[in-house]
């Protein structure tokens, strides 16, 4: 399947770089994103009570406006993608931050490397789980589309656990299957499903997820506002 062929959300998440490599944002990436809008909040609300402030209330603000917009813009510039290198065969995460200090770590090769698909309910979200990421698509059509493109372009190899869960059934693929395209994989799938795999409601909106939470995030994620409503505490009773 050719990278024109995919759907207009399997290349939402897919991109091709100057290298003809295939690219995908990483959760690690869109964690900073969120961490990002989290940390305007303090900031605009700080530049806010800067002007409203005098004295020394006016400059502690001053400075944590400062703290948290800087914050906001180093995470907004921070990178973190998935690359898929068919030159050297390996999954590689590359990192940079707004272009600079740029580094490249190798994760996997495409040996060693296997992607899974999984189903969340009878009829979808469909889940597509690999190293450490997951992805989550709405219509199987999409899910499989993701995973046909990476196995024709790279050969990574790729297993179902939805026809018998939880046991792994390695997904094959038609030549007819690489090489349709987006309409007509819809199309197709429908009309010719004889599993639960292809029952798919088609009208449903296209929806595609990353996953970002773990224990780990929300802990982080519900730092800055109990760091900051103390801060504001202390100020308010003199302490500061």
Do not use: C
Request: proline share 3%; hydrophobic share 40%.
């Amino acid at each position: 399947m050719e990278y024109n062929n995919l759907s207009k959300l399997v290349k939402k998440v897919l991109k091709t770089d100057q290298s003809g490599n295939t690219t995908m944002p990483s959760r690690r990436e869109m964690t900073s994103k969120i961490f990002a809008f989290i940390m305007l909040i303090p900031g605009i609300t700080s530049i806010v009570m800067t002007v409203t402030s005098e004295g020394g209330e006016s400059i502690f603000f001053a400075i944590s406006a400062s703290f948290f917009l800087s914050i906001s813009i180093l995470l907004f510039g921070r990178k973190s993608r998935l690359e898929f290198n068919g030159t050297e065969k390996k999954l590689n995460l590359k990192t940079a931050l707004w272009g600079y200090f740029q580094r490249s770590k190798v994760i996997t090769s495409f040996d060693t490397l296997s992607i899974e698909l999984s189903s969340i309910g009878a009829q979808g979200p469909y889940q597509i789980k690999f190293v450490d990421q997951l992805y989550e698509f709405k219509q199987y059509t999409d899910a499989k589309m993701f995973i046909s493109f990476l196995y024709k372009k790279y050969n990574i190899i790729a297993a179902e656990t939805i026809s018998d869960w939880p046991n792994k059934t390695p997904i094959r693929f038609a030549q007819s299957e690489l090489d349709i395209s987006p309409q007509i994989a819809h199309d197709s799938t429908k009309a010719n499903s004889n599993s639960h795999l292809e029952d798919v409601d088609f009208n449903r909106e296209d929806l595609v997820f990353i996953e970002i939470w773990d224990r780990k995030s929300l802990i982080k994620l519900s730092l800055p506002f109990f760091v900051f409503t103390a801060i504001a505490g202390l100020v308010k009773y003199g302490v500061l």
